[in-house]
C-alpha cells in the first residue's frame, strides 16, 4: 500500500488492522481537494483518505453551532485514535475546532464545481441520509452503509424531484461494537444525536418544514428516533420522520421475501442483501473470495438477527460471540440481480413514506388553519 492513496472507506477491516499506524489520516471538510497537493504538503508518500465530511462547519453548505460540530469531530475522529493513529489531520480552508492530538491543515479546494446546493421549498421533503463507516466483514468495504443508502436517497429524490430534494450523504454515525474488530467509527450516541438534531434545525430555520432522515446503518437507529422526538418537541411548525432502515417496510419485506436465497439469519450484516446491494452498485469494491457466511447467530424465540428483525427483546451482545468476521448472514448467496431489485423496492418504498411526509404536513397544516379560523387556537 505504500506510495498511494488510500480511500479508507473503500477498504475492508482486516486492511485497516494492517495499516502502519504511523500512516496519515486525512478527513477533509468538504470535496475538491487535490490528493497529490496534499501528500505533498504532508511530505508523505502514502496517505489514507476517511470520507468527507459533507456539512456542519462554518461556511458549509449547513453550518451547526461550534461547539456541536467540535463534539461531531472529536466522536468521528475517537475511533482511529483509539486504535493508535497518531498522524490525523483535517483539511479545510478555515481552521475548524480540533480535537486533541489532531492538527489543521490548511489547503483550499483545487475546484467547487462539485460543491452541493440546496433550493430548500416547502413543496419538498428534504432527505437526511446518513450512513457509516464499520467493519462490513471480509469481503465488504468500510463505507458500505453509506453507498447503499446514498443510492436509495438519489434515486428518490430523481424520481419525484418536485416532491424530495437530499442532502448529500452524512458517512459517520454510531456504532457500539468498535472493540469487536478493526475500522469501525463511532460518534457517540448523544454527539450524534446533537449534530443530526442541529442539522434540522438549520434546515428548518432556513425554511424546511417537512424532513426525513434516512439510515443506512442500525446502530444509527435508535439515536435518529430520539432526534425525532426531540425535534417533535423543539420545532413544531415542521414535520419530522425517519423509519426503520431502507427496504424493511411492506414493499421491502415483501420484496425480500420474493428474491431472498438465505434463510432466516442471512441477512443481518453484510449477508445477503448488502452484499447484493454492493454488487449491483460497486461490484469493484466485493471481494467475493473473501466472502465468509455466518448465520449461526444465538437465536431464541424474541431475539435474533435478520434484516427485519421482529423478535421482542433488544440486547447488544458482544458480536465476537456470533461472528469469527464479522459478517452476520450468508454473503456467499449474494447477486447483482437481486442488489438491482432490493434497490428499486428501497426507493419505492421510499418514495411512499415521501408522500406520506407530505400529507402529514398538508393536513396538520390545514387544520390548525381551520382551528385558527374558528378561535380555537
Same mark, same amino acid.
Given at each position: 500500500m505504500a506510495g498511494a492513496n488510500l480511500n479508507y472507506g473503500e477498504l475492508t477491516w482486516p486492511e485497516v488492522a494492517a495499516l502502519p499506524r504511523q500512516t496519515p489520516l486525512v478527513l477533509p471538510l468538504g470535496s475538491g481537494y487535490d490528493h497529490r497537493q496534499v501528500a505533498e504538503t504532508l511530505g508523505e508518500p502514502s496517505v489514507c483518505w476517511l470520507p468527507a465530511v459533507p456539512y456542519g462547519w462554518r461556511g458549509s453548505l449547513l453550518p451547526v453551532a461550534e461547539h456541536v460540530f467540535e463534539l461531531a469531530l472529536a466522536g468521528i475522529l475517537s475511533a482511529p485514535l483509539e486504535e493508535g493513529f497518531r498522524n490525523i489531520c483535517i483539511l479545510s480552508e478555515d481552521p475548524p475546532p480540533l480535537p486533541s492530538l489532531v492538527r489543521h491543515l490548511p489547503l483550499e479546494p483545487a475546484t467547487t464545481a462539485d460543491r452541493p446546493?440546496?433550493?430548500?421549498?416547502?413543496?419538498?421533503?428534504?432527505?437526511?441520509?446518513?450512513?457509516?463507516?464499520?467493519?462490513?466483514?471480509?469481503?465488504?468495504?468500510?463505507?458500505?452503509?453509506?453507498?447503499?443508502?446514498?443510492?436509495?436517497?438519489?434515486?428518490?429524490?430523481? =424520481?419525484?424531484?418536485?416532491?424530495?430534494?437530499?442532502?448529500?450523504?452524512?458517512?459517520? =454515525?454510531?456504532?457500539?461494537?468498535?472493540?469487536?474488530?478493526?475500522?469501525?467509527?463511532?460518534?457517540? #450516541?448523544?454527539?450524534?444525536?446533537?449534530?443530526?438534531?442541529?442539522?434540522? #434545525?438549520?434546515?428548518?430555520?432556513? #425554511?424546511?418544514?417537512?424532513?426525513?432522515?434516512?439510515?443506512?446503518?442500525?446502530?444509527?437507529?435508535?439515536?435518529?428516533?430520539?432526534?425525532?422526538?426531540?425535534?417533535?418537541?423543539?420545532?413544531?411548525?415542521?414535520?419530522?420522520?425517519?423509519?426503520?432502515?431502507?427496504?424493511?417496510?411492506?414493499?421491502?419485506a415483501q420484496a425480500l421475501e420474493r428474491h431472498r436465497r438465505s434463510r432466516r439469519g442471512g441477512m443481518g450484516h453484510a449477508g445477503e442483501l448488502e452484499t447484493s446491494f454492493l454488487l449491483h452498485l460497486r461490484p469493484d469494491l466485493c471481494r467475493m473470495d473473501r466472502a465468509v457466511d455466518e448465520t449461526e447467530f444465538i437465536s431464541t424465540e424474541n431475539y435474533f438477527m435478520d434484516w427485519i428483525e421482529s423478535g421482542e427483546l433488544i440486547a447488544n451482545p458482544p458480536w465476537e460471540d456470533d461472528t469469527q468476521t464479522g459478517a452476520y448472514g450468508a454473503g456467499t448467496l449474494a447477486t447483482a440481480e437481486n442488489g438491482e431489485h432490493w434497490l428499486a423496492a428501497a426507493i419505492e418504498e421510499k418514495i411512499g413514506h415521501v408522500r406520506e411526509i407530505h400529507e402529514q404536513q398538508d393536513r396538520r397544516l390545514a387544520k390548525r388553519r381551520a382551528l385558527k379560523d374558528a378561535g380555537i387556537s
Amino acid at each position: 500500500m505504500a506510495g498511494a492513496n488510500l480511500n479508507y472507506g473503500e477498504l475492508t477491516w482486516p486492511e485497516v488492522a494492517a495499516l502502519p499506524r504511523q500512516t496519515p489520516l486525512v478527513l477533509p471538510l468538504g470535496s475538491g481537494y487535490d490528493h497529490r497537493q496534499v501528500a505533498e504538503t504532508l511530505g508523505e508518500p502514502s496517505v489514507c483518505w476517511l470520507p468527507a465530511v459533507p456539512y456542519g462547519w462554518r461556511g458549509s453548505l449547513l453550518p451547526v453551532a461550534e461547539h456541536v460540530f467540535e463534539l461531531a469531530l472529536a466522536g468521528i475522529l475517537s475511533a482511529p485514535l483509539e486504535e493508535g493513529f497518531r498522524n490525523i489531520c483535517i483539511l479545510s480552508e478555515d481552521p475548524p475546532p480540533l480535537p486533541s492530538l489532531v492538527r489543521h491543515l490548511p489547503l483550499e479546494p483545487a475546484t467547487t464545481a462539485d460543491r452541493p446546493s440546496l433550493s430548500l421549498s416547502k413543496e419538498r421533503v428534504v432527505l437526511i441520509p446518513v450512513g457509516h463507516t464499520e467493519q462490513h466483514g471480509l469481503h465488504l468495504p468500510m463505507n458500505t452503509d453509506t453507498i447503499i443508502i446514498e443510492a436509495i436517497a438519489q434515486g428518490v429524490a430523481a =424520481g419525484i424531484p418536485e416532491q424530495a430534494e437530499t442532502l448529500p450523504v452524512f458517512p459517520y =454515525g454510531a456504532s457500539t461494537h468498535r472493540r469487536s474488530f478493526a475500522g469501525t467509527f463511532n460518534m457517540g #450516541g448523544r454527539a450524534f444525536e446533537d449534530f443530526m438534531l442541529a442539522v434540522v #434545525g438549520g434546515l428548518v430555520e432556513a #425554511g424546511a418544514d417537512r424532513l426525513y432522515l434516512m439510515s443506512g446503518h442500525g446502530g444509527n437507529m435508535s439515536f435518529l428516533v430520539n432526534v425525532v422526538k426531540y425535534a417533535g418537541e423543539r420545532f413544531p411548525g415542521a414535520f419530522t420522520a425517519t423509519a426503520y432502515l431502507h427496504t424493511s417496510g411492506r414493499i421491502g419485506a415483501q420484496a425480500l421475501e420474493r428474491h431472498r436465497r438465505s434463510r432466516r439469519g442471512g441477512m443481518g450484516h453484510a449477508g445477503e442483501l448488502e452484499t447484493s446491494f454492493l454488487l449491483h452498485l460497486r461490484p469493484d469494491l466485493c471481494r467475493m473470495d473473501r466472502a465468509v457466511d455466518e448465520t449461526e447467530f444465538i437465536s431464541t424465540e424474541n431475539y435474533f438477527m435478520d434484516w427485519i428483525e421482529s423478535g421482542e427483546l433488544i440486547a447488544n451482545p458482544p458480536w465476537e460471540d456470533d461472528t469469527q468476521t464479522g459478517a452476520y448472514g450468508a454473503g456467499t448467496l449474494a447477486t447483482a440481480e437481486n442488489g438491482e431489485h432490493w434497490l428499486a423496492a428501497a426507493i419505492e418504498e421510499k418514495i411512499g413514506h415521501v408522500r406520506e411526509i407530505h400529507e402529514q404536513q398538508d393536513r396538520r397544516l390545514a387544520k390548525r388553519r381551520a382551528l385558527k379560523d374558528a378561535g380555537i387556537s
